[in-house]
């Protein structure tokens, strides 16, 4: 057990920092907040599992994540089901730079991208995101450094097509 | 390394939605939970899928998983009505009215090659005349499932049997054999599918894991995530349906994908002694065993690659794509991988989510299938197909309506009897003309 915990701190210190991460993730501000709108859900459901977690906002990223990754295995369906949670709350303007990026992140692999948002969005080393992703740490390096590279190499190209 | 943290920012401008209307919504689930827990562990997974398809969904409920974690093969009754043409309930909707429902959004369809009057057909529709009171979703959905076995002549009617308010739900329809139609629920680890017969009965399948032979078309992909990070992730991999015994039988390694070398394997255990592959890098790099040994080969960096479907045993074809020239290039091999043959066939176009696959004849057939633009341009599915000499594809087939919902997994091209298939659509000359499936209720 890990001490009471105070959701609403919680959610005003973690929801913004997760959308950003879910975003640079999946690409789609909307579905980046439904994925933290119902990790949270989850976590006043399953208050005690989140209470004896030592890290509160790493366990909410998991859901999240997870969440994510069955959207994109199955989102032919998935972008049929209407919203359970109150959605985006106003339009977020996104500015050109900030989708520069996030193409050049759709463009590596969906493997690839979690551990690239991981590591240098969400901070955590390689033994962190190797236990938050329960994959093996060599595993965590080796997609990272491939994910780096092509996306040193999608951003190259860009600039190149947009200097033509 | 770029630098991501600009990212950050973008934080700034996110408004959170108060944490009470997450709270609410959590309130909600709970208490129809906290419901049906009091009926009993078997009476759960029944009332579920009543409750939470003929109870208006007004209150945003969302019942608990009515899979049980380690199903034994039941079967459903074959009647399963309708219920009336003109709406029953003001709070609710049957399932005749969710498939009627002009504005129904067909969710998935499957077709069987052995017999094309047996059909299957997921439908999702709004309940116009429900009370909207549920502000955040608007007027409760319900779905439907629409069976036939005479071209929609006659309608079978079945509620889903996942929540569609949690649960992925299927990924594709398989017709593994005459008389069935398996529905593949890949995203649902503790679920490897449905079997729909003929009769109209629906059996949850158990799971086993042995690598079994059979007839290719009895295999397909099964495991994958689970939302709850509580719950074990199973293995992906190839699985044999066996209508028998009511059981899918997970092949073992190396069958499965591995997680730190490759990907899915292209072939089955039925079509290929030992498996082959793309390896899950950025480069072009085939991955094939022979004698047990893993061998790979480096054609250096791709922008998109894949695997040719359809090749005959002992051979393998990996395909990659120039979006600059639109030039596909496929490498094809015989066991061993020695030597490689080129080929480079020019596209009409530059494809959104491109599959290939060798017809019996040599031919080579391109699925454009629109990849995610799939989900918000309809229609976007083209089909190209070149001689096995040619140097270009020719369009033969450009969807000009939505005809039907394959399924986001779903195999691109399949051949049975002289006949090729490619979701609702079919050619009896090769792949030159298509004609499409269109009565799905």
Redesign the interface.
């Known amino acids: 057990m890990h001490g009471a915990l105070d959701l609403d701190a919680l959610y005003q210190a973690s929801y913004r920092r997760l959308v950003v991460q879910m975003y640079a993730i999946c690409g789609d501000l909307v579905e980046a907040e439904d994925a933290v709108q119902e990790a949270f859900v989850t976590a006043i459901r399953k208050r005690r599992q989140l209470e004896a977690v030592a890290n509160h906002e790493a366990w909410l990223r998991t859901v999240a994540v997870n969440r994510l990754r069955s959207g994109w295995r199955h989102a032919a369906v998935v972008r049929r089901l209407q919203p359970r949670v109150p959605g985006s709350q106003a339009a977020v303007e996104v500015g050109p730079d900030h989708v520069a990026l996030v193409r050049a992140l759709a463009g590596l692999d969906a493997a690839g991208r979690e551990v690239v948002v991981l590591h240098h969005l969400a901070d955590l080393g390689t033994a962190e995101i190797a236990a938050e992703l329960g994959i093996p740490e060599g595993t965590v390096k080796s997609r990272l450094s491939r994910a780096r590279a092509r996306l040193a190499a999608l951003l190259d190209e860009r600039e190149e097509w947009e200097r033509a | 390394?770029?630098d991501?943290?600009?990212?950050?920012s973008?934080?700034?401008?996110?408004?959170?939605?108060p944490?009470g209307?997450?709270?609410d919504?959590?309130r909600r689930?709970?208490r129809l939970s906290a419901t049906l827990a009091a009926v009993g562990a078997v009476a759960v997974a029944v009332v579920a899928t009543v409750v939470f398809l003929l109870v208006p969904r007004e209150d945003?409920a969302?019942p608990e998983p009515v899979h049980p974690p380690t199903p034994s093969p039941t079967r459903t009754a074959t009647d399963e009505s309708g219920g009336p043409a003109t709406h029953a309930s003001d709070t609710s909707m049957t399932l005749r009215e969710v498939v009627a429902k002009p504005n129904a959004?067909l969710?998935?369809s499957g077709i069987s090659l052995d017999d094309p009057d047996f059909r299957v057909a997921i439908w999702?529709a709004p309940c116009s005349w429900c009370p909207n009171d549920d502000e955040?979703?608007?007027r409760p959905?319900f779905w439907a499932m629409a069976i036939t076995t005479d071209g929609f002549e006659s309608t079978m009617y079945r509620r889903i049997p996942y929540d569609?308010?949690r649960d992925?739900?299927?990924?594709e329809v398989v017709s593994p054999g005459p008389g069935l139609l398996l529905l593949v629920d890949?995203?649902n680890p503790n679920s490897p599918g449905w079997l729909l017969r003929d009769d109209g009965t629906l059996t949850h399948l158990a799971a086993a894991v042995e690598t079994r032979s059979g007839d290719a078309r009895r295999w397909h992909w099964c495991g994958?995530?689970?939302?709850?990070?509580?719950a074990p992730?199973s293995p992906v991999g190839w699985c044999l349906v066996d209508a028998e015994t009511d059981t899918s039988y997970q092949a073992e390694a190396p069958w499965l994908v591995d997680?730190?070398v490759h990907g899915r394997p292209a072939v089955s255990p039925a079509e290929a002694d030992e498996p082959w592959g793309l390896e899950?890098?950025?480069d072009l790099v085939p991955y094939w065993y022979d004698g047990g040994v893993l061998h790979t080969r480096d054609f250096g960096p791709a922008d998109a690659t894949g695997t040719v479907s359809g090749m005959p045993r002992g051979e393998m074809a990996v395909w990659s794509l120039d979006p600059a020239s639109l030039v596909l290039t496929v490498r094809s091999s015989g066991e061993g991988g020695q030597p490689w043959q080129v080929r480079r066939i020019a596209l009409p176009s530059a494809p959104s989510r491109l599959s290939v696959h060798r017809t019996r004849s040599g031919a080579l057939m391109a699925l454009d299938s629109g990849g995610?633009l799939?989900?918000y341009a309809w229609p976007p599915r083209q089909i190209w197909r070149a001689d096995a000499d040619a140097d270009s594809f020719d369009v033969v087939y450009v969807e000009s309506e939505r005809t039907d919902?394959a399924?986001?997994?779903a195999t691109a091209f399949t051949e049975l009897g002289g006949r090729i298939w490619s979701g609702g659509l079919w050619s009896d000359d090769d792949g030159r003309t298509w004609h499409a499936v269109r009565d799905w209720r």
């Open positions: 390394m770029p991501l943290t600009s990212l950050r973008l934080g700034d401008r996110v408004q959170p939605p944490l209307a997450l709270q919504v959590a689930r709970s945003g969302v959004d969710v998935l999702s955040p979703r608007g959905r569609p308010y992925p739900g299927f990924t890949a995203g994958g995530y689970d939302a709850d990070p509580a992730t997680e730190l899950n890098v950025t995610e799939a989900l919902v399924g986001y997994d």
